[in-house]
C-alpha cells in the first residue's frame, strides 16, 4: 500500500500492530486454551475420519494456493473447522455486475458440505461457550484490528463485487467494525438482572444462555455489514455460526472469514459454506441448526418460516428481516430543499436496492407541483455509471433477474396509460454485453391513490429505481396511503412541526422512523433495533438487540438459608 494510502486512513501504527499480532501469532488471548480446543477439535477429526469416506475422487481446479490472490479464475473454498477445505464438486462465479469481470469460482455446497460444517461447529460449541464472555469480545476485538487494516482494500471489493458506489462500499465496512466494536463494549455490560426476593434468605435473578448453532443467511447489497450485525453478536453470547453469504458476493464473506482465520478464532466457532440457493435451504432444513437468522426477500423468509414451522415445531423460530415498501410523507409545511435531497436519496441511493429504499413519496397536495417539478429536474442529473467514481451515485444492477423485474414493474406502470399515471421521467437503462446492466431514475405520478387496487409495482418491493410521488390531501390522508401496503419496514417525515411527525410516528406502521431524514441510514442497524412489522419481519433485532434471539432467559434462585422457605405463603410442610 503507498504512503499516500496509508496517511488517507490512518493506519501506519495499525499496520504495526497488525505485523506484531502476526508474529505472536494471535496467542495474546489464547493462552492454554488453543491447546485445549486443538485436543477437542483433534479429537472430532479422528471420530469424522473413522465415519467419513472421501466423497470425491478428483477436484475441478487444482487448489494448490492456500491464499490465492482474487482476481482471476481462482476456485475458493469453504471454511470448516478451521481449515479451507479442498473437496468441492460442482461451482459457480462471481462476476463484477459493473463490467462481467471473473472475480472467483466458489463451491456449490451441498448436503455434505453443510452437514460437515454443521456438525464441526457442534462439536466447537461446548467449549466455546464455557470460556468468558470478554475473553469471546477479545477475539472479536483482535477481528475488528484486522477489518481496520483491511478497509481500504475491502471497501474495493465490496463495490466490485456487488455495484454500489466506493463511498457506499466504504460506509459498509465501517459499518461492521462500528457493529463489532459496540459488541465489544456489549461485553462487560450485564448479562442479567438480579431481582429482590420475598424471602430473605433467596436470591433471584435471570441470566443469559446461549443458543447454539447460528444458521447465518445474509444478502448481497451489504456483503460486510449485514454478516457482521449477525456473526459478531451471536459470537459474543457463545453461540457457534455455519455463514451462508449471498451467491452474488461469495468473495467478500471469503475476505471476511480470513480475517476471522487471523484473528485466532478457534477451529470451529465459525464456519463458511458458498453456494446458491440450494446450499441455503440444506442450512435450513438441516436438523443441527439451533435458529436460523436470515435477512432477504419476504418470499424467501415466508418459506423458511413455513420449512422450519413443518420440519422442526418445537425449534426457536427463525429470525427474519424481509423488505419493505417504504415511503417518504412530504408535509405542507416540509424545508422543500430538505424533502427533495431526502426523497432522492430514499429512492436512489444504491440504486434503490436497499430493503429500506422508498417506492413512494407521499406529498401533501398544496405542494405537488412544485415537488414533483424540483424532484424530477433533479433525478435527471444523477450520475449513473462507473461504481469506482467517487462522483457516481447509481451504479449497475446486480443482475439480469433483479434488472428484468424492475423492467416488468416499469412497463406496468407504462402500460396503465394516462388515465391515473403520468411518467415524470425515465431514463432508459444501458445494456452493456454480457449481462451488465446500468438503469437510470423511473419517476411518475398518481392522479388519484385508490385504495387497496394499485398496481403491483405500488405493492410489491421493486429493488430498484422506480418511484411513484403519491398526492394526498391532508396528514390523515397521508398515513392511509403509507398503511395501505403489506409491508411496515421504513417511514420518513419531511415537517418543521414535531407534532405532525409525532401523529405520523403513532399511526404509521413501521419498525424504523426518521424526521427530516431520508428512510434509509445507518444509526438504527447498530444502537437501535432494526426491523418491522407485517411483511416486512419478525421485529428483526441488530447489535445488542439481537441478543435476545441468540440467547434464552434462564431464571435462578438461590436459597442462603438453612432451611426451605416458599414465597406467596406456600406451605413447606410435608
Known amino acids: 500500500m503507498n504512503k499516500e494510502m496509508e496517511d488517507r486512513f490512518g493506519i501506519q501504527a495499525e499496520f504495526k500492530y497488525l505485523a506484531d ?14 491447546e485445549m480446543i486443538d485436543n477437542i477439535m483433534d479429537t472430532a477429526e479422528d471420530e469424522d475420519t473413522e465415519k467419513e469416506a472421501p466423497r470425491h475422487s478428483g477436484r475441478k481446479y487444482p487448489l494448490d494456493v492456500l491464499e490465492p490472490e482474487w482476481k482471476g479464475k481462482i476456485l475458493y473454498q469453504n471454511y470448516i473447522n478451521g481449515k479451507w477445505n479442498e473437496e468441492i ?19 456449490k455446497s451441498d448436503s455434505y458440505d453443510v452437514d460437515l460444517a454443521v456438525q464441526t461447529a457442534k462439536k466447537a460449541y461446548p467449549y466455546w461457550r464455557r470460556i468468558s464472555r470478554i475473553k469471546r469480545a477479545e477475539y472479536l476485538n483482535n477481528l475488528c484490528q484486522f477489518i481496520k487494516i483491511a478497509k481500504p482494500e475491502l471497501e474495493i471489493l465490496v463495490t466490485q463485487e456487488c455495484g454500489k458506489p466506493i463511498n457506499e462500499g466504504s460506509a459498509d465496512v465501517v459499518e461492521s467494525i462500528h457493529m463489532i466494536q459496540y459488541v465489544c463494549g456489549e461485553a462487560g455490560m ?27 443467511i445474509t444478502p448481497w447489497n451489504f456483503p460486510a455489514a449485514i454478516p457482521l450485525w ?21 468473495l467478500v464473506a471469503r475476505e471476511l472469514i480470513k480475517l476471522f482465520e487471523k484473528a485466532g478464532f478457534p477451529p470451529g466457532v465459525i464456519n463458511l459454506v458458498q453456494g446458491e440457493k440450494e446450499t441455503g435451504a440444506e442450512l435450513v432444513k438441516h436438523a443441527g441448526i439451533d435458529r436460523i437468522l436470515f435477512t432477504g426477500s419476504a418470499k424467501t423468509a415466508e418459506w423458511i418460516v413455513k420449512t422450519q414451522a413443518e420440519l422442526y415445531p418445537h425449534r426457536l423460530p427463525p429470525i427474519c428481516e424481509k423488505g419493505g415498501k417504504n415511503a417518504l410523507i412530504v ?30 413519496i407521499i406529498v401533501d397536495k398544496k405542494i405537488i407541483d412544485e415537488f414533483s417539478e424540483r424532484f424530477t429536474e433533479k433525478a435527471k442529473k444523477i450520475k449513473v455509471g462507473n461504481p469506482l467514481n467517487p462522483d457516481t451515485l447509481m451504479g449497475p444492477i446486480i443482475n439480469k433477474a433483479a434488472f428484468d423485474k424492475i423492467m416488468k414493474f416499469n412497463n406496468e406502470i407504462m402500460h396503465r396509460g394516462i388515465n391515473n399515471f ?8 444501458s445494456e452493456i454485453p454480457n449481462n451488465v446492466y446500468f438503469v437510470k431514475p423511473f419517476v411518475y405520478r398518481i392522479k388519484t391513490w385508490w385504495f387497496d387496487c394499485q398496481p403491483n409495482a405500488l405493492k410489491e418491493e421493486v429493488f430498484g429505481p422506480h418511484v411513484a410521488i403519491i398526492p394526498a390531501e391532508d396528514i390523515a390522508d397521508a398515513v392511509k396511503i403509507y398503511n395501505d401496503t403489506d409491508y411496515g419496514l421504513s417511514c420518513a417525515v419531511i415537517t418543521e412541526d414535531y407534532r405532525k ?35 416486512s419481519g419478525m421485529g428483526m433485532p441488530s447489535a445488542g438487540y439481537l441478543v435476545d434471539a441468540v440467547t434464552h432467559k434462564t431464571a435462578v434462585t438461590i436459597n442462603y438459608g438453612r432451611e426451605i422457605k416458599m414465597a406467596q405463603g406456600l406451605s413447606e410442610k410435608i
Open 21 to 34: 499480532i502476526q508474529e505472536r501469532g494471535i496467542k495474546m488471548t489464547l493462552g492454554r486454551e488453543e
Open 89 to 107: 464438486s460442482e461451482t459457480f462465479e462471481s462476476k463484477n455486475p459493473a463490467t462481467n469481470e471473473l472475480l472467483g469460482v466458489f463451491p
Open 190 to 216: 450485564p448479562c442479567g438482572t438480579v431481582l429482590a426476593s420475598e424471602i430473605s434468605e433467596k436470591e433471584a435473578f435471570m441470566k443469559r444462555k446461549s443458543i447454539g448453532v447460528m444458521g447465518v
Open 230 to 250: 449477525l456473526i459478531a453478536p451471536s459470537l459474543l453470547e457463545g453461540n457457534t455460526v455455519v455463514f451462508k453469504p449471498s451467491e452474488e458476493t461469495p
Open 331 to 360: 408535509l405542507d409545511d416540509a424545508d422543500m430543499e430538505m424533502a427533495i435531497d431526502s426523497a432522492l436519496l430514499s429512492a436512489f441511493k444504491t440504486s434503490g436496492q436497499r430493503c429500506v429504499s422508498a417506492g413512494r
Open 422 to 429: 403520468k411518467i415524470l421521467w425515465w431514463g432508459g437503462w
Open 501 to 535: 411527525f409525532r401523529y405520523c410516528f403513532e399511526e404509521c406502521d413501521a419498525g424504523i422512523y426518521y424526521h427530516n431524514l431520508p428512510t434509509i441510514g445507518a444509526e438504527s442497524r447498530i444502537q437501535l433495533p432494526f426491523g418491522g412489522v407485517k411483511k
